[in-house]
């Protein structure tokens, strides 16, 4: 997905992929030597905890977070994507915390160990 429109995109996949999920946790895990992102959280999330892993060597970012939006006009072939937040389908709630990442962004030179954005 375009996020902003521009000239680049944001990959909804990754080594742990959790839509529309309540308490989700992910810790203790090692992602290494990944082509892609360590985990990605899209649409209705609540309460996610993401504590004490390790990211290293990705191709992508450690963590990403996307919600989705309505309204999108012109643009009905992405769903999720649109000027409208108001529904809440957006990660809200989580706590990243105690993990450590280094040698990120292989790949994708666009990536960081935290990257947010709604639809």
Known sequence: MAPTGGDWAVNRFAAVVANGT??????GSTFWRLDNAGIFLGG?????????NEFAWLGESGIVSVGDTTGDGNYTAFPGFGW??????????TLVRHNFAHELGIINKQSAFYFQVDG
């Open 22 to 27: 309540v308490g989700f946790e992910v810790s």
């Open 44 to 52: 209705y999330q609540r309460g996610t905890v993401v504590a004490e």
């Open 84 to 93: 409208d937040g108001s529904a809440g389908n957006q990660p809200r709630g």
